[in-house]
Each structure stands twice: as structure tokens, then as C-alpha cells.
């Protein structure tokens, strides 16, 4: 059975408003991340759909790179907080304004 | 002797320079000083040796080629010629007494190696001048000779006043020079060389306009290194210097410069008759402006510095008069007697115990020496053109072909010549009155003379009182051996009928008797200075200064001022002021957005986004209606 595209898409959206609500509200520099990385399945999931709907493979190809990428940023996001909780002891965003102008 | 050995000339007092110069402080004092000395004597001989050279067309010796593009084709020459060995070994011969002299005068001065390295340069310098064959070389020694003359006058630099009297004299002749420059460059666009023959060569074929304005260029170059009118105002201040410099430079030497510049160009500038009466009329100007000024002069170097200025401006008005012999006889008596007069100055103001106010002297014949008062008495009837001394003969040539001179306005400078040689008279034996006689009116302690200063003074006094003999008139049985010397670059040949020749020489008699007397009248007897408007007028060199001051020196300062403080402080440094502070304070507003926490920029985002979808809404919405 094919799930139609018109719901995926609406599914992805919804999926991706979720993340960015994450990301905007949530104060803790793992909970953005996390928020991301919610944003970037979305996008994921429409590329995949759309790949399905026009039945082309390249939409799924693209994901695999993303797949990758993400675990890179992932790496480099996580190395990070960890050096962010060494610097300050805290993981809350605001609190890192070193480049206030 | 080879002819191409003619650059040992110059290149002996450049050498001795350069070695003054650079290890000067490290040699033995004895060494430098005896060095210096005989550069200068060896010129001298070299010069004599060589002056078998001179004869006929003269010798031309290229040493190097200096520049050679296209059409200027500039080559280190030497000329040597009848026109340049006088003056050469004139040059040279005092330049060694003088030296020797020096030698004496600066031996408590500890920075003799600095002195004689510039007056060894500037031997050089004039050298170059004299014997150069092109105009470039020539403007080389004539910058040069203005180096040495700045670096000497300001030579007791720690005085501030010092070192602005020799700034004066540097900036005062640079406008002369500019003036040369813009001639040489005229000159060589008009002839396209610079040779000095050929540019003489060629002269008759240079358009009559242009010759006008050339030796206009030319007088006004020559005014600034001879102290003529209108760039004299440096010559009296140009005596804070050392004496041997005054007497050097500043009067046997430099400041004939110019007359020798118009001598060596003079097929060029006797071409043009209004040239010819510029230079009559600065020369006469020159003449009477600076005898009325050393009438009133206090201090003994400054009433002979006007006395200088004078007696350049009769070898101007000789040149004007179309005489080359008159001028170069001239300059070479003037040379002798000033000398000496400047170095037996010197000696007194030693013995004054370094008082340089007549007034304040008095009663030096018994003071000193004996031999310096009639040193100084043979420099000075010379001056003043006391009958048969060197003086007389060629003050009174000059005087002559002013008046025989076939334009009838040449009467009026020819009485201008007389007028000036009574103030000459005058003011030359008030110095000798003021000085010799009477009573000693002085506090100083005076210094031993050294013999170095007493001896050289002996032959120019000499050479000054039977100077004569190198051009006496055929009227007293003389040969014109200066005029015959110079042959075809003489000039104009001077001829006048025996008795106005007897009437000439009658007057100036009569004139020189008369200064005497009303000299011997007024200062026989010492009488204080009397100080009234007239007396600090001309004292003060007619407010040359204070005119110069008035007309060039403050309108450029206001100019400066409103360039500075009008345009560049107000108007674009206020403008430029003004914007920067606008960007300083909107900038302020715009770094409130930059907190610096990643929430705000990712909020910044989040409102991007929005706004591109609300957008592509919009759009779509749009698209939707068509």
C-alpha cells in the first residue's frame, strides 16, 4: 500500500515544526541539538518520499549522504558540549555570549 | 704636463674634502690643517703650471660623460680658457691665504675637520663653476658652492641665530637659482645643448624675445648668489659666520659668482638691449642702495658685507656697460683688497677681544700690531679708490665705459657710479677714522693674533694696491694686458678721447677727496653715534627685512594658516569628523542585535524562515489568481 505523498509531506512538516520548536525553545545546548537533528529527519523523510513519488532513486541517495553527514555534525556537536561544560560547568545557551558585540 | 691632467684642478680640493670630511676627527690636527692648506696650494700651482693651456681657444678636457639621451648629451668638461685661468688662479691663490689665515683663526675650535672639509668643498664648488664647460655642471658647482656657503655661516650652529642666517642665505639664493634653472632649461630647449660655446655660438639665431626673457632669467639667477637687489637680504646676516668664510666666500668669491655667470654668457646676454640696461640698473640700484646702508652700519663684518654688495654692483653695471675686462679686472681687484679688508677685520676683532661694534674699537693702531693697521689702511683706500692703488684703476674703468656707453641713459647710472663711489669714500675711511684712531672705547680682552692671520695678509695688500697692473689704461702708459688677455671675449673695447679720459680721472679724485674729507671731518675726532630715524633706517638695510617680511613672508604664513587651520582643520577634517561620529552612533544601535548567544541568532532564523514562506505563500496565493 502506498502511503500518499500529500500525508508524508504533511507528516515531515509537522515532524519539522516539532524540531524547530525544539530547538527555539528548549534552553539546553543538547536539547537543540537534538532539535536538529529532528529538523534534519524531516527533511530526510520528504526527500525520501518524494523519491517514492516520482520513483527516482536520487532522493534516496541524497539521504544516505545526509545520514552521513549528520553523524559527523553529530560528532563535532557532542565534542563541543563537551568542551562547553568544561569551560563554564553549565550547558544552558545563553550563558555562552562571548561574542556580544 | 699632459692637458689631460687639467682635473687635478679641481679634484685636489675634493679629495682633501672628502678625506677631511670622512676621517678629518681621526687624523692628527697638524695633518688635516696642513692637508686642507695645500689641496688648495696645489691648485694654485697646478693652475699656474697649466696656464700655457688657456691660451688661444682655450683647452677642453672631457673627463667623464655624465648623461647621454637622445639629444642631451652632458659630459664632466673642463674649459679651461682666458676667461676661466684668471679666475682660477685668482680663486685658487686667495683661497690658500686664506686657508692659511683660517688655520690661525679657528685653532681654538674644536671641529676644525667639519670647517675645512666645507671649505675645501667649496673650493671645489667654485672650481666647478669656473672651469665648467657646460651649463649642468656648472648649476652643480653653483648648488654647491651654496651648500658650503650654508653649512659655513650656520658653522657656530649652537647659536640659533647663526643657524638662521645661514638658512636665509640657503633660501634667499634657491630663488635666484630657481631662476638660473628655469634658464638653463629655456636655454636648452632653445639651442638643444648645453654647452656653453655652443649656446654662445648659437645665441645670434635665438629669437630677440626670447634673449630678453632669458637674460632677465639669467640676472635674476645671478642677483641671488651676487647679493643684488632684489634677493641681497642675506649677505649682512651671512656674517655670523666664521671671518675666513666672509672672506672667502662672502666676499672674494661666491658672490662674484654671478658676475662671472653673466661674463661667461655674455654673446648670449649682450645681445638683448634691455638685458644689457637690467643689469646696468640692478647693478647701480645695488651700488648706491648698499653705500647708503654702510654708512649707518655699527658692526665692522657688516659694513663691509654692504661695502661687498656695492662693489658687485659696480662689476654688474660693468657687464651692463658691455665691458668683460672692466668686470673681471673689477671683480679680480675686489677680490685682493676685500679679502684683506675681512681678514684684517678679523685680527681686530680679536684684538677687540671678539668686539665687533666700531663704535666700541677705537685707537687700534697702537693696540695692536702695526702692520695691521696698514694692512687694513691698503685694503681700504683700495676700497675707497684711492688714485693709483688697484681699486682706483678699475672702478674708474668701469665709470668710464658708463659714461662713453653710446646710449645716453647710461649718463644717468655713470652718475649714480660717482655718487656711490663718495658714499664708498666716505663710509671706508669712517671705518678706519672709527677704528684706528682715537681712543680705545672697548672692555674686551684682546687675543694673540697667531702669525698664521698676520702674514697672509701681507701679499694680498699687495696684490691690492698694484693691482692696477694687471689692466692699466693706456693713458698712464699701461698695456691693457687683461684686455689684450681676453681678446675676442673682452667685449666692448672702452675708447674715449684723452681729455675726457683726464676729465673722468679728475672727478674721481676729486670724489675720493671729498668722502676723505667729510669722513676726516666728522669722525677725526670720536663723537658717539647719533641714533635718529634715518640712522636705524639705513642701518637696518633700508627694512629690507621687514619689506620682505611685509610682502612675502606674512601673506604666505596667513596662507599656510587658512590652508591649515581654514580648509584642512575646519572644513574636511570637521566633515570627515562629523561622519564619523553619525556611523559611531548608528553602529551602537546595531550592536545591540549581535547578544552574542546562539538563541537570539537561531530565533533571527526561525523569523527568516517565516518570513521567506509567508513569501512564497503570497506567491502562491498571486499565482493562484491568474
Known amino acids: 500500500m502506498m502511503i500518499p505523498f500529500g500525508h508524508a509531506l504533511s507528516f515531515a512538516a509537522a515532524l519539522f515544526v516539532l524540531g524547530l520548536t525544539c530547538v527555539l525553545l528548549r534552553r539546553q545546548v543538547i536539547m537543540i541539538l537534538i532539535g536538529v537533528e529532528i529538523m534534519l529527519n524531516a527533511a530526510s523523510l520528504v526527500f525520501v518520499s518524494a523519491s517514492a513519488y516520482w520513483q527516482q532513486v536520487d532522493g534516496q541517495v541524497f539521504v544516505i549522504l545526509l545520514m552521513a553527514i549528520t553523524a559527523a555534525e553529530v560528532a563535532v556537536a557532542l565534542a563541543m558540549v563537551v568542551y562547553l561544560w568544561r569551560r563554564k560547568r553549565t550547558l544552558v545557551a545563553d550563558e555562552f555570549n562571548g561574542m556580544s558585540g | 704636463m699632459s692637458e689631460s691632467l687639467l682635473f687635478l684642478i679641481p679634484l685636489l680640493p675634493l679629495c682633501c674634502a672628502v678625506i677631511n670630511m670622512l676621517f678629518g676627527m681621526r687624523l692628527p690636527r697638524l695633518f688635516a690643517e696642513i692637508m686642507a692648506v695645500t689641496g688648495v696650494a696645489g691648485a694654485f700651482l697646478l693652475t699656474i703650471l697649466f696656464w700655457g693651456y688657456a691660451e688661444g681657444e682655450g683647452t677642453r678636457v672631457v673627463i667623464f660623460t655624465w648623461l647621454n639621451s637622445g639629444a642631451v648629451d652632458v659630459s664632466f668638461a673642463m674649459n679651461f680658457d682666458r676667461l676661466a685661468a684668471p679666475m682660477t688662479l685668482m680663486v685658487t691663490g686667495v683661497a690658500t691665504l686664506i686657508h692659511l689665515y683660517a688655520v690661525g683663526y679657528m685653532h681654538e675650535e674644536n671641529d676644525y675637520a667639519r670647517f675645512f672639509g666645507l671649505l675645501n668643498l667649496f673650493v671645489f664648488a667654485m672650481l666647478a663653476i669656473i672651469l665648467a664647460d657646460n651649463l649642468l655642471v656648472l648649476f652643480l658647482g653653483w648648488e654647491g658652492v651654496g651648500l658650503c656657503s650654508y653649512g659655513l655661516i650656520g658653522f657656530w650652529y649652537r647659536k640659533l641665530e647663526n643657524a638662521k642666517a645661514g638658512t636665509k642665505a640657503f633660501l634667499v639664493t634657491r630663488v635666484g637659482d630657481v631662476f638660473l634653472a628655469i634658464a638653463l632649461l629655456w636655454l636648452f630647449a632653445a639651442t638643444g645643448t648645453l654647452n656653453i660655446s655652443e649656446i654662445n655660438a648659437q645665441a645670434a639665431s635665438i629669437s630677440p624675445g626670447v634673449v630678453i626673457v632669458l637674460s632677465l632669467l639669467l640676472l635674476l639667477g645671478a642677483c641671488g648668489k651676487s647679493a643684488q637687489l632684489p634677493l641681497m637680504t642675506w649677505l649682512a646676516d651671512a656674517m655670523a659666520g666664521p671671518?675666513?668664510?666672509?672672506?672667502?666666500?662672502?666676499?672674494?668669491?661666491?658672490?662674484?659668482?654671478?658676475?662671472?655667470?653673466?661674463?661667461?654668457?655674455?654673446?648670449?646676454?649682450?645681445?638683448?638691449?634691455?638685458?644689457?640696461?637690467?643689469?646696468?640698473?640692478?647693478?647701480?640700484?645695488?651700488?648706491?642702495?648698499?653705500?647708503?646702508?654702510?654708512?649707518?652700519?655699527?658692526?665692522?663684518?657688516?659694513?663691509?658685507?654692504?661695502?661687498?654688495?656695492?662693489?658687485?654692483?659696480?662689476?654688474?653695471?660693468?657687464?651692463?656697460?658691455?665691458?668683460?675686462?672692466?668686470?673681471?679686472?673689477?671683480?679680480?681687484?675686489?677680490?685682493?683688497?676685500?679679502?684683506?679688508?675681512?681678514?684684517?677685520?678679523?685680527?681686530?676683532?680679536?684684538?677687540?677681544?671678539?668686539?665687533?661694534?666700531?663704535?666700541?674699537?677705537?685707537?687700534?693702531?697702537?693696540?695692536?700690531?702695526?702692520?695691521?693697521?696698514?694692512?687694513?689702511?691698503?685694503?681700504?683706500?683700495?676700497?675707497?679708490?684711492?688714485?693709483?692703488?688697484?681699486?682706483?684703476?678699475?672702478?674708474?674703468?668701469?665709470?668710464?665705459?658708463?659714461?662713453?656707453?653710446?646710449?645716453?641713459?647710461?649718463?644717468?647710472?655713470?652718475?649714480?657710479?660717482?655718487?656711490?663711489?663718495?658714499?664708498?669714500?666716505?663710509?671706508?675711511?669712517?671705518?678706519?677714522?672709527?677704528?684706528?684712531?682715537?681712543?680705545?672705547?672697548?672692555?674686551?680682552?684682546?687675543?694673540?693674533?697667531?702669525?698664521?692671520?698676520?702674514?697672509?695678509?701681507?701679499?694680498?695688500?699687495?696684490?691690492?694696491?698694484?693691482?692696477?697692473?694687471?689692466?692699466?689704461?693706456?693713458?698712464?702708459?699701461?698695456?691693457?694686458?687683461?684686455?689684450?688677455?681676453?681678446?675676442?671675449?673682452?667685449?666692448?673695447?672702452?675708447?674715449?678721447?684723452?681729455?675726457?679720459?683726464?676729465?673722468?680721472?679728475?672727478?674721481?679724485?676729486?670724489?675720493?677727496?671729498?668722502?676723505?674729507?667729510?669722513?676726516?671731518?666728522?669722525?677725526?675726532?670720536?663723537?658717539?653715534?647719533?641714533?635718529?630715524?634715518?640712522?636705524?633706517?639705513?642701518?637696518?638695510?633700508?627694512?629690507?627685512?621687514?619689506?620682505?617680511?611685509?610682502?612675502?613672508?606674512?601673506?604666505?604664513?596667513?596662507?599656510?594658516?587658512?590652508?591649515?587651520?581654514?580648509?584642512?582643520?575646519?572644513?574636511?577634517?570637521?566633515?570627515l569628523e562629523g561622519l564619523a561620529k553619525m556611523a559611531t552612533r548608528y553602529s551602537a544601535l546595531l550592536v545591540q542585535l549581535a547578544t552574542g548567544r546562539a538563541t537570539t541568532y537561531l530565533s533571527a532564523f526561525a523569523w527568516g524562515f517565516l518570513v521567506l514562506l509567508g513569501w512564497f505563500l503570497l506567491k502562491l496565493v498571486n499565482g493562484g489568481g491568474h
Not at chain 2, 364 to 384: H, N, Y
Not at chain 2, 437 to 456: C, D, S, V, Y
Request: net charge positive; hydrophobic share 50%.
Open chain 2, 243 to 575: 671671518t675666513p668664510v666672509s672672506a672667502l666666500i662672502h666676499a672674494a668669491t661666491m658672490v662674484t659668482a654671478g658676475v662671472y655667470l653673466l661674463c661667461r654668457l655674455f654673446p648670449l646676454v649682450s645681445i638683448s638691449t634691455v638685458g644689457m640696461t637690467a643689469i646696468t640698473a640692478i647693478g647701480a640700484l645695488t651700488a648706491l642702495y648698499a653705500a647708503t646702508c654702510a654708512m649707518a652700519q655699527r658692526e665692522i663684518k657688516r659694513v663691509l658685507a654692504y661695502s661687498t654688495m656695492s662693489q658687485v654692483g659696480y662689476m654688474f653695471m660693468a657687464v651692463g656697460a658691455g665691458t668683460v675686462t672692466g668686470a673681471m679686472f673689477h671683480l679680480l681687484t675686489h677680490a685682493f683688497f676685500k679679502a684683506v679688508l675681512f681678514m684684517a677685520a678679523g685680527c681686530v676683532i680679536h684684538l677687540a677681544g671678539d668686539e665687533n661694534d666700531i663704535y666700541k674699537m677705537g685707537g687700534m693702531a697702537r693696540r695692536g700690531p702695526v702692520e695691521l693697521f696698514w694692512v687694513f689702511l691698503a685694503g681700504a683706500v683700495c676700497l675707497a679708490g684711492l688714485p693709483l692703488t688697484g681699486g682706483f684703476f678699475s672702478k674708474d674703468g668701469i665709470l668710464l665705459a658708463l659714461f662713453t656707453h653710446p646710449d645716453p641713459t647710461y649718463r644717468v647710472f655713470w652718475l649714480i657710479g660717482v655718487l656711490t663711489a663718495l658714499l664708498t669714500a666716505f663710509y671706508t675711511f669712517r671705518l678706519v677714522y672709527l677704528v684706528f684712531a682715537g681712543e680705545w672705547r672697548g672692555t674686551g680682552h684682546p687675543h694673540a693674533i697667531p702669525l698664521q692671520m698676520r702674514w697672509p695678509l701681507w701679499p694680498l695688500a699687495l696684490l691690492g694696491l698694484i693691482g692696477g697692473m694687471l689692466n692699466l689704461p693706456a693713458l698712464v702708459g699701461g698695456d691693457e694686458m687683461l684686455h689684450h688677455w681676453y681678446g675676442d671675449l673682452a667685449g666692448r673695447a672702452v675708447t674715449a678721447s684723452h681729455s675726457t679720459e683726464w676729465m673722468l680721472i679728475g672727478f674721481a679724485v676729486a670724489i675720493v677727496a671729498l668722502g676723505w674729507f667729510a669722513a676726516h671731518w666728522r669722525y677725526r675726532n670720536y663723537r658717539p653715534p647719533v641714533e635718529n630715524r634715518v640712522s636705524r633706517f639705513l642701518l637696518n638695510g633700508w627694512q629690507s627685512d621687514a619689506l620682505v617680511d611685509c610682502l612675502l613672508v606674512r601673506p604666505f604664513t596667513a596662507m599656510a594658516r587658512f590652508c591649515s587651520s581654514g580648509c584642512d582643520r575646519s572644513l574636511f577634517d570637521g566633515t
